[in-house]
C-alpha cells in the first residue's frame, strides 16, 4: 500500500500502485482488476486519479513509437511526457500545438483532462490535435478511436478522466515553430472591466493569460497584467542565442514543507502588489519556451509552499455575458472571506470540443488555496455561485465539489454505453460521474 | 565524441539496461540491444532512434541457450567496441532453497549465461585486439547470506569470473569493468522498501558506467564499499547468528 495524492498533496489516500512496463503486462493487469484507475504524472491536483483499490500508473510506458519529420505527426505511448516531446523534437522545429502550465503531464493525462493551454481562444484544446487514441475499450479490447473512426468513443475520451478507458498509446499533431523563443509583451489592466476589455481587444495574439491580483480594493478591483506571445521568427532571434534553447535546469527544489503561517493575507498582498508593480513596467521581451509556457516548472517541488496539508484548486467557467458580474462575486467573497490565494489567473476559451471536455467559450478563473477547512467552507461557496450563475469546473483541479455541484449537462445514457465500469476514481465517485 | 562506435546490451529489457542504451545512445553510441522475447524490445527500440538519430539492431538471445551463443556472436552485424551484460533474476530465496531446479535457474541466469557469453565475447575481442567487457554483478555476491545466498552465490560466482578475465586479459587491449550494484530502484526491486539514502536510480548507474566504460576495475556507488568491506570483515562465527 502507498499514499498517493495529486499535486494539491490534498486528499491523501491509501492505495495499492502499478507500474506497468509494455502492453502485455498491462492488459494482464487490466484484465484481473475490477476497480481501478490509469493514472499519469500525477498532475491533477486532487483526487481524479486516485482508486483506493488499484491506481495504474502509466510513466512506464514512455516510449515514442513514430516521428513523421516533414508531417509532425508523433505516435507515442500515453505516459510519455510533453516535456519529453519538446527535449526531443524542439531541436527539430515541433512544438506541441496547446500545452498545460507545466511540461511534466502524460500524454494520457493531457487528453483525458483535455487540458488547455494560453492559445485556447484561437487552436482550442489539447484534443484538437489528437489524431486517433488507442485504448482498452469496456468490452476489454484495444480499440482505436478518432474523430472518423469510433467517434464517439473518441469524444467521450476526449476530457473523459479516463473513465472511458485506459488510453495506451495515440498520435498527435504538433506545431510547426520557427525558434524556441516567445515573444511576450504585457498590457496593464486597472480594473476587472478592463481587464475583461483587454481579452477582447487582444484576441488576435496567439497566447494570452491574465494575472489577476484578487487582493486590490476599490478602483484597483480586479486589477490585471495581461500576458501575450508569439513565438519568434528565426529572424528575430540574437545571433549570440541559440535558436532552440534547451530545458532550465531546475534553479531551485523546495526542500521542505512551509510552516503553514507563511501564507497569510498580509504575505500574499505584498506578493501581489510587489509583482503587479514589478510587471507593470516591463515592455516587451523574448523569452524562451521554458521560462514562458512554465515558468513554476523551475522551482522543484513548488506544491511544498503550501505546507504539509497541500492546497487546492478551483477553476472554474462562466458564460462570457456573466463574467463581470461573476468575478465581481467571486472575488469579494474571497477578499471577505480573507483566504489569501496566491495564484489567480483569468483566461479567455473558444469553443470546447468532446463531450465532457471542460474548455467552453466563456471566461475561466483559476486560483490557488492551502488546504485549510476555512478555505474549503470558501471553496464550496465559489462553488455555488459558479454553479448559480450556470458555470462548471475543471475536473483535473477539483478536489471538493459533490455530485449536486457537479454540471452534469451531458447525456448519461450515451456515456453509460462508452463508459469502462471497472474504471473509477476517488473523484468519479464523490461527484458521481 | 564518440561517433559511430557500438555497445552491444545483454539482458536489454532490464530497467538498468535500458538507462545505459539511453546514456550511450545520447553520447552518439549505436547500439545492438539482446533479449529474449525480443519483439517486446519494439518500443524501446523505436524510442531510442527517435530521440537520438543512431542505429538500433533488436537480437533474439535466451542466456540459458549457451550453444548458440557463437552463431549469435556471428549474426551480429559487426563486433561492436563495448559489450555489457545486464542479465540477471533474483529468484525467491525460500521457495528456491526448497527446489533445486528453481535454484539452478537462478544460479544459470545470473553465473553460467552472462558469464560464457562475456567470454566468448572476451576471446574475439582478444582476437581483433580492442574491446570493452561490462559486467553487472551485485554486492550480493560479496558474502552470502541466509536471505539471498542462492542469487548472492551467483553473483559471486560471476564477479569472479569477470576478475579472472580481467587478470588474463590485462596485457591485451581488452578492458573488463566489473559493476556491483546494491539497491537499485527497478522492476527487480519493485514491492522491497528499500531505504532511500543507499538506493541509486538508474540513471546513476548509467551515468557510473558510461564513464567508466574503457576501465578494468570493480566499481561501487558510495557508500556501498564501505558497507560490503564492513560486512565482509564481520567474523564467521558472528556473522551465523545475524539475521538479514
Known amino acids: 500500500m502507498n499514499e498517493l495524492s495529486g499535486w494539491g498533496r490534498f486528499p491523501k489516500i491509501k492505495t495499492k500502485e502499478l507500474t506497468p512496463q509494455s502492453e502485455s503486462e498491462l492488459l494482464e493487469i487490466l484484465r484481473h482488476s475490477e476497480s481501478y484507475i490509469p493514472r499519469g504524472n500525477g498532475r491533477s491536483y486532487g483526487d481524479s486519479a486516485i482508486n483506493k483499490d488499484l491506481t495504474i500508473t502509466m510513466t512506464r510506458m514512455n516510449r515514442l513509437l513514430q516521428w ?63 489524431n486517433w487514441i488507442e485504448i482498452f475499450n469496456n468490452n476489454n479490447e484495444v480499440v482505436r478511436c478518432s474523430p472518423n473512426e469510433n467517434s464517439e468513443l473518441f469524444d467521450w475520451t476526449i476530457g473523459g478522466m479516463g473513465l472511458t478507458g485506459v488510453i495506451i498509446r495515440c498520435s498527435i499533431q504538433l506545431k510547426k515553430v520557427e525558434s524556441g523563443w516567445i515573444k511576450q509583451r504585457t498590457v496593464v489592466n486597472n480594473n476587472l472591466n478592463e481587464t475583461l476589455q483587454s481579452f477582447y481587444e487582444h484576441k488576435e495574439a496567439t497566447y494570452s493569460v491574465a494575472w489577476i491580483d484578487c487582493l486590490a480594493k476599490g478602483k484597483s478591483f480586479g486589477r490585471s497584467i495581461l500576458m501575450l506571445g ?27 514543507d512551509a510552516p503553514s503561517f507563511l501564507l497569510n493575507n498580509f504575505t500574499v498582498s505584498a506578493f501581489n502588489k510587489i509583482y503587479f508593480n514589478l510587471n507593470k513596467n516591463k515592455q516587451s521581451s523574448y523569452v524562451d519556451w521554458d521560462t514562458y509556457f512554465y515558468p513554476l516548472d523551475s522551482i522543484g517541488d513548488w506544491n511544498r509552499m503550501y505546507g504539509k496539508n497541500g492546497f487546492f484548486q478551483f477553476q472554474c467557467i462562466l458564460p462570457r455575458e456573466l463574467s463581470e ?80 455541484q457537479f454540471n452534469n449537462d451531458f447525456d448519461k445514457e450515451e456515456f453509460s454505453k462508452h463508459r469502462n465500469v471497472a474504471i473509477k476514481s476517488e473523484q468519479s465517485i464523490r461527484i458521481e460521474l | ?74 549474426s551480429l552485424e559487426y563486433l561492436p567496441n563495448i559489450a555489457l551484460c545486464a542479465v540477471g533474476i533474483l529468484g525467491n530465496q525460500t521457495d528456491d532453497e526448497k527446489c533445486s531446479l528453481n535454484s539452478s535457474l ?6 553460467e549465461g552472462p558469464s560464457l557469453i562475456l567470454g566468448e565475447i572476451a576471446n574475439r575481442f582478444e582476437t581483433r585486439g580492442s574491446g570493452s567487457i561490462i559486467g553487472i554483478s551485485s554486492v550480493a555476491g560479496d558474502r552470502g547470506r541466509a536471505s539471498n545466498y542462492i542469487y ?41 522498501s528499500l ?12 551515468d557510473v558506467i558510461f564513464t567508466n566504460r ?24 558472528i556473522f551465523k547468528k545475524i539475521n538479514f
Open chain 2, 106 to 111: 537462478v544460479m544459470r541466469t545470473n553465473y
Open chain 1, 230 to 256: 508569439e513565438h519568434a521568427h528565426k529572424s528575430e532571434v540574437e545571433a549570440k542565442l541559440s535558436n532552440y534553447p534547451k530545458r532550465k535546469n531546475k534553479k531551485i527544489t523546495f526542500p521542505f
Open chain 1, 68 to 130: 513523421n519529420q516533414e508531417s509532425g505527426e508523433l505516435v507515442a505511448e500515453s505516459g510519455v511526457l510533453i516535456a519529453d516531446i519538446i527535449d526531443t523534437l524542439l531541436p527539430r522545429g515541433w512544438f506541441p500545438y496547446v500545452t498545460p502550465g507545466t511540461k511534466f503531464v502524460t500524454l494520457g493525462g493531457a487528453i483525458a483532462c483535455d487540458v488547455h493551454g494560453k492559445n485556447h481562444h484561437k487552436d482550442g484544446s489539447f484534443g484538437n490535435f489528437v
Open chain 2, 1 to 74: 565524441m564518440s561517433k559511430n562506435k557500438t555497445i552491444l546490451i545483454i539482458g536489454a529489457k532490464s530497467d538498468i539496461a535500458v538507462a545505459v542504451a539511453h546514456k550511450f545512445a545520447s553520447e552518439g553510441y549505436n547500439l545492438q540491444l539482446a533479449a529474449r522475447n525480443s519483439l517486446e524490445l519494439d518500443a524501446v527500440v523505436s524510442d531510442l532512434k527517435i530521440k537520438y538519430e543512431i542505429n538500433v539492431s533488436a537480437y533474439e538471445l535466451d542466456i540459458l541457450q549457451y550453444e548458440t551463443f557463437a552463431d549469435f556472436i556471428d
Open chain 2, 195 to 206: 531505504p532511500k539514502f543507499i538506493t541509486a536510480s538508474c540513471n546513476r548507474w548509467s
Open chain 2, 152 to 192: 548472492g552465490s551467483a553473483k559471486a560466482g560471476f564477479t569472479s569470473f569477470l576478475s579472472g578475465l580481467r587478470n588474463r586479459l590485462h596485457k591485451s587491449n581488452v578492458s573488463v569493468l566489473t559493476i556491483l550494484p546494491g539497491f537499485v530502484k527497478t522492476k527487480m526491486t519493485r514491492g522491497l
Open chain 1, 325 to 404: 458580474q461573476g468575478y465581481t462575486k467571486i472575488l469579494s467573497t474571497i477578499q471577505n472571506k480573507s483566504s489569501g490565494t496566491f495564484l489567480a489567473v483569468l483566461k479567455d476559451f473558444g469553443s470546447g470540443n468532446g463531450c465532457l471536455s471542460f474548455p467552453k467559450e466563456g471566461l475561466t478563473l483559476a486560483l490557488d488555496f492551502k488546504a485549510s477547512q476555512k478555505n474549503i467552507e470558501v471553496g464550496k461557496e465559489l462553488t455555488d455561485i459558479v454553479k448559480s450563475l450556470g458555470g462548471s469546473f475543471y475536473l483535473a483541479k477539483d478536489a471538493i465539489m459533490n455530485s449536486s
Open chain 2, 214 to 237: 574503457n576501465k578494468s576495475k570493480v566499481v561501487y556507488i558510495f557508500p556501498w564499499r564501505i558497507i560490503m568491506n564492513f560486512i565482509m570483515h564481520i567474523p564467521e562465527n
